[in-house]
């Protein structure tokens, strides 16, 4: 799915757009055990409630693809009777009504998500009359020929309030405030199927993280059925073992710079595309061969990419590119600049020391101090 897809569901999480048929859930306590399960109409809910699950939904589909948000496809195996998607295909095709599919699905989720305290896991179905667009992108709301069906599945921590006074406005006194169970916004959530060219792909799902550092391998292998993708971090970090491993002893301050330059070059030439940029590794070695990498250690490039990354490693530009800041570190000191103008900074030898040299054209902010 691609942005402005996300976007369309997200403004189905409104009530005047709202067309979901059922909300179901189950309460889980730290122990693993079901307090309680909720099964009702999502439309019978009191308006207060609904905007609440609304704030849930919409923070389920938010964040950054490749960071937060992960399309991911299911391996054939899945797709087989017994499969994970077996399984939330039942569920969304029985609009979930059916509660033995509920419960197996719960259970699965209870076995699998790694979490310690006490978790709402919240689902629910909806029935999305896609409207029709125009040549331009306009929608037409009576040109509908397609409906997609999906579930949407969140999983929140529910903690206790924090201490406190409160104002009892009754007795016009202040005192201690009764600590209760509050649900919190979604760590973990999926849909499927996923929105893919504005219909239903059954052979994919949008998966959400909120920590884009932990993905919770378990819940993504066993409730979705799918390969764990690298989180941005760990891309981030791959991309920085790889050009040490290539350029070796020639990993030289000017040499790294220049390829950070051709990636901010190609990072602007996809900055409109609809689907995140991707880098393998033919595209990786055309930007070091063009930055100024020496030949003898081009030789060595595919070894180390397949030993580093992986031969069919493919990399998210968002994930190893900082569009917002070019920064240099030493011990003691860590210059920031804006990634274009890395044309101001260059490193020279000044009485036989190495030296970083950042040319001054304006007065510089020394501690907020306008300094010539």
């Known amino acids: 799915m691609i942005k402005q897809e996300i ?116 689902l629910i179905h909806d029935a999305y009359d896609i409207p029709g667009r125009s040549s331009d992108g306009t929608e037409m709301e009576d040109a509908s020929d397609e409906v997609y069906e999906y579930i949407l599945a969140c999983i929140c921590p529910v903690e206790l ?96 710079k220049s390829i950070h330059e051709k990636m901010r070059e190609i990072y602007e030439e996809h900055l409109e595309d609809p689907e995140p940029f991707m880098l393998g590794k033919n595209e990786m070695k055309t930007i070091f061969a063009s930055s100024g990498v020496a030949n003898d250690r081009m030789e060595v490039f595919d070894q180390c990419f397949d030993e580093t990354a992986g031969e069919n490693m493919e990399f998210m530009m968002s994930n190893i590119y900082n569009p917002r800041s070019f920064e240099i570190k030493t011990p003691d000191v860590t210059i920031k600049m804006n990634p274009s103008r890395t044309d101001l900074i260059e490193t020279k030898v000044i009485d036989g020391r190495k030296c970083f040299v950042i040319e001054l054209n304006d007065a510089a902010l020394v501690s907020g101090i306008a300094a010539k």
């Open 161 to 256: 309030s924090k201490p406190g006074l409160n104002y009892n406005a009754v007795e016009n006194t202040f005192q201690n405030r009764i600590r209760d169970w509050v649900v919190g916004m979604p760590d973990t959530a999926f849909l499927f199927p996923a929105f893919n060219d504005r219909r239903a792909d059954l052979h994919s799902t949008l998966f959400y993280s909120k920590d884009a550092k932990e993905l919770n391998e378990l819940f993504v292998t066993d409730v979705l059925g799918c390969p764990l993708p690298l989180p941005a971090v760990v891309q981030q970090e791959v991309f920085q073992a790889l050009v040490e491993e290539v350029l070796g002893d020639d990993c030289a301050i000017d040499i790294v």
């Open 7 to 122: 976007s369309e569901i997200k403004k189905l999480f409104t009530e005047r757009n709202c067309s979901i048929t059922r909300i179901c859930g189950c309460y889980v306590d730290g122990e693993k055990n079901k307090k309680t399960e909720l099964k009702q109409a999502f439309l019978a809910l009191p308006e207060e409630e609904m905007f609440k699950y609304f704030e849930i939904l919409r923070k389920s589909l938010s964040g950054t693809i490749g960071k937060n948000l992960f399309n991911l496809e299911f391996p054939l195996e899945s797709e087989k009777q017994g499969g994970a998607q077996e399984l939330l295909l039942q569920l969304r095709d029985s609009r979930l009504g059916d509660n033995d599919l509920l419960e197996q699905f719960y259970d699965r989720i209870i076995e699998s998500y790694e979490y310690v305290g006490n978790y709402l896991i919240l």
